[in-house]
């Protein structure tokens, strides 16, 4: 068996993408276990996206199980020679890269899924990132077809050079939906912090940035983009080493990505649900009235609705969003979020609500 100063590019490409990946499962597993600690609770059912994180996690990991056996073949069944593929070997590598490309469309999906939801249920938000998710199934689903392909005619030329046409395509597009993906979702953070900022004191300004940072990289998929960016140039310079190095992390960075979405979004409810378990009284409302320094705006409530009293500096006040989307501050969840320093008395047919500058 030859040392890793004897390998070629690709090889050494491959198996330190292999030992990367390796521990990168290891983070995995431990996302999934915190992530599903809480939904796995006799009164807690497990979610879609609770299931969806579960799928992509068992297909990275049958997929970094292929990916051993196929190095295990290399190195010691076909002398290390990469390029020595028998048909057995290009119907290995199709099921390895199904695996790959479904892991991704379910992550992409998600971020898909998150775009949607940051921006208020908006459906022509997402028609063009749904229409290249559509595009990259087709594509991927040739590339695939084409690896059985080459199992059947490994010599042919045709088909060689097809597979590597599909997969520039695919990649393109799987390019351009993270780009957009990434631009609407910072974009729309970056306007509630700000919007949010206005509200807030100057310590707070300094926290709020911070983890506006944070979850901005988190629920945008940004690494992942910045991922794909350094893909395109190590192909374009035809460095196979990192290009080999970044296709064998791809799909477990991916999901756990998507793993810390989610982890953020349990966390997020947690809170929240802490916040409504705090509320002392409720009390009936016909108007909501903000103090700002710019003024004082009211909102009319059509109906009587039953509006919680809440101690707390944030509330989520759910039952008046269709009221308040112009007055109030939207969270990355959709939820409207006013930071208030008192309540009037329940004995008033109003509540006051006055911000903190």
Not at 22 to 41: A, D, K, N, Q, S
């Amino acid at each position: 068996m030859p040392v890793i100063t004897e390998l070629t590019d690709l090889q050494r490409g491959t198996l330190w993408g292999e030992y990367v990946e390796t521990f990168l499962i290891g983070i995995y597993t431990c996302l999934i276990m915190v992530t599903l600690w809480r939904p796995i609770e006799p009164k807690q059912p497990l979610t879609l996206v609770g299931r969806t994180i579960i799928a992509i996690y068992c297909l990275a990991l049958c997929r970094i199980a292929i990916s051993f056996w196929i190095l295990y073949r290399t190195l010691f069944v076909n002398g290390g020679d990469f390029f020595k593929l028998e048909p057995i070997d290009y119907v290995i590598r199709g099921l390895q890269e199904g695996l790959a490309f479904t892991a991704i469309l379910g992550s992409d999906g998600l971020f898909c899924w998150r775009l949607y939801v940051i921006w208020s249920r908006n459906t022509c938000i997402v028609l063009l990132p749904a229409c290249l998710l559509v595009a990259n199934v087709i594509g991927f689903s040739f590339i695939v077809a084409t690896d059985f392909l080459l199992a059947a005619r490994p010599n042919d030329q045709r088909y060689t050079s097809l597979h590597s046409s599909l997969f520039i395509w695919v990649s393109a597009a799987i390019l351009a939906y993270t780009f957009y993906i990434t631009i609407f979702i910072t974009s729309k953070l970056w306007w509630v912090g700000r919007a949010t900022n206005k509200l807030s004191t100057t310590d707070e300004k300094r926290r709020n940035q911070f983890q506006g940072a944070i979850n901005a990289i988190i629920q945008s998929g940004a690494i992942y983009f910045v991922l794909m960016i350094l893909s395109l140039i190590s192909t374009a310079r035809m460095n196979v080493v990192m290009m080999t190095f970044l296709g064998c992390i791809n799909p477990s960075l991916n999901g756990i990505l998507t793993t810390l979405l989610v982890l953020k979004l349990n966390m997020w409810q947690d809170r929240t649900k802490r916040d409504e378990d705090s509320k002392p009284t409720a009390m009936t409302g016909a108007s909501i009235h903000f103090a700002t320094p710019q003024g004082t705006s009211s909102t009319i409530i059509e109906e009587r609705t039953q509006l919680p009293v809440m101690r707390h500096r944030r509330a989520s006040i759910a039952t008046c969003q269709h009221c308040l989307s112009r007055r109030g501050v939207v969270d990355a969840s959709g939820q409207l979020i006013v930071t208030f320093s008192a309540i009037a008395t329940p004995t008033s047919n109003r509540v006051h609500i006055r911000t903190v500058p």
